[in-house]
């Protein structure tokens, strides 16, 4: 029998798995790792959403199957964040629908909308559900940048130019994962305009919304008049809230994409558990100071990873917005390439960290650090660094200790 699946011979070896199995490894070993490679946040939810589970999961009728496009209070939650956030309106029974977590409501839309031999255009780095949820359902990818600006239209103006067929769909991600990169809304303008003008849809994933910095809040692309036209965007309570194990998303905007997605995903899933929906709700609609006090902690966590990695010879850009630093090797470094300078560290630092070329060719050269340790880890990894570095025969900055 003819083990060799179709969709599977489409699927590249993950190569941050290597470096998640060398971090299993060491840790079953006894080693203490500074895992700043997975971004799973290391914070609970606020009490009250807590609460919220306990009581309904208490219920005896909670228990049976939910709806596969969320409860309705919780799209009228979510309707109402829009409008409160970025001053948007969208009606829950149409324009909105329920996602298990971003990832999930991604791949259910590319199976509902994509044909095989579908064009995406997709950003390169990305996070892999941008590319390969397209290409589980059959497309084929052509890759635009990351950074925004006049050569990103170009290449969009391009891609349009000398692609049979024609495509018919654009993945943007700001603030970027892994690259942390953000946009203004003249930028969403642009793109809206492009996109109605070329007859692309446009999927915008905003899973960072509220984690931005130095007082710029991100935008939505539906705060561009008539953007719900040509475009769909996902959030997600995983890094807001932290809610990341729930599995809660949201997908607001063109009434044709969220129809299609909601069919299909009525074919795929029951929901999500209804306790979790409802709490939820209570997150949405709850008090609001834990989303503040996790933006102006990730803030400090980022000051600190900036500051005590530099003080080791690491210069790191300053991320604007999400919980990743997007960080270039150390130039006497950069020959390893990502993959190996992400086992090397593991193995003499006892720091992980996930490498660039996971995200796509472009990510080559970069490691994404995520802000998923308290401070004082944070300067343990910059010590850690600092005596491999030192080891490696690597200079650092003369008189002055990491951390």
């Known amino acids: 029998m003819d083990a060799e699946f179709y969709r599977m011979k489409r699927l590249p070896p993950y190569v941050i798995a290597e470096v998640n199995a060398l971090r299993h490894a060491a840790r079953r070993s006894g080693r203490d790792i500074i895992d700043l490679g997975m971004g799973n946040p290391d914070l609970p939810p606020p009490p009250h959403v807590i609460d919220k589970l306990v009581e309904v999961a208490r219920q005896p009728n909670a228990h049976g199957y939910s709806q596969s496009k969320g409860i309705p209070g919780l799209r009228r939650a979510q309707a109402s964040y829009y409008a409160r956030r970025f001053g948007v309106e969208a009606d829950p029974e149409t324009e909105v629908v329920v996602t298990m977590g971003s990832k999930e409501g991604l791949a259910s839309l590319a199976t509902a909308i994509t044909a095989p031999g579908d064009v995406?255009?997709?950003?390169?780095?990305?996070?892999?559900?941008?590319?390969?949820?397209?290409?589980?359902?059959?497309?084929?990818?052509?890759?635009?940048?990351?950074?925004?600006?006049?050569?990103?239209?170009?290449?969009?103006?391009?891609?349009?130019?000398?692609?049979?067929?024609?495509?018919?769909?654009?993945?943007?991600?700001?603030?970027?994962?892994?690259?942390?990169?953000?946009?203004?809304?003249?930028?969403?303008?642009?793109?809206?305009?492009?996109?109605?003008?070329n007859s692309v849809w446009v999927i915008s994933d905003l899973a960072y919304s509220e984690l931005y910095y130095d007082g710029n809040p991100t935008p939505s692309i539906l705060q561009v008049p008539g953007a719900k036209e040509v475009a769909i965007e996902f959030t997600s309570l995983s890094k807001t809230f932290s809610m990341a194990g729930w599995r809660i998303g949201f997908a607001v905007g063109s009434r044709d994409l969220v129809a299609a997605m909601t069919r299909v995903k009525s074919y795929l899933d029951y929901g999500a558990f209804t306790p979790i929906q409802a709490a939820a709700c209570a997150a949405l609609n709850g008090p609001q100071d834990i989303v503040e006090a996790n933006r102006r902690l990730y803030h400090k966590r980022r000051d600190v990873l900036v500051e005590a990695f530099g003080r080791a010879g690491w210069e790191i850009p300053p991320p604007a917005a999400s919980m990743f630093a997007w960080a270039p090797?150390?130039?006497?470094?950069?020959?390893?390439?990502?993959?190996?300078?992400?086992?090397?560290?593991?193995?003499?630092?006892?720091?992980?960290?996930?490498?660039?070329?996971?995200y796509g060719e472009d990510g080559e050269g970069f490691v994404r650090i995520a802000l998923v340790e308290n401070?004082?880890?944070?300067?343990?990894?910059?010590?850690n660094i600092r005596r491999w570095f030192q080891d490696m025969g690597v200079n650092t900055p003369a008189g002055q200790r990491a951390g």
């Open 120 to 197: 995406v255009l997709a950003p390169n780095p990305s996070y892999p559900i941008h590319t390969f949820g397209f290409i589980l359902a059959g497309a084929t990818i052509r890759s635009v940048p990351t950074t925004p600006g006049e050569a990103y239209f170009t290449a969009l103006d391009r891609a349009l130019a000398f692609t049979v067929p024609r495509p018919s769909v654009l993945v943007v991600n700001y603030p970027g994962n892994p690259t942390a990169e953000t946009v203004d809304l003249a930028f969403y303008e642009r793109l809206v305009a492009w996109a109605k003008a």
């Open 375 to 383: 401070e004082q880890r944070l300067r343990q990894a910059a010590r």
């Open 329 to 358: 090797l150390p130039p006497a470094l950069r020959h390893m390439g990502s993959l190996e300078f992400s086992k090397q560290m593991l193995a003499h630092a006892d720091v992980a960290v996930a490498p660039g070329v996971g």
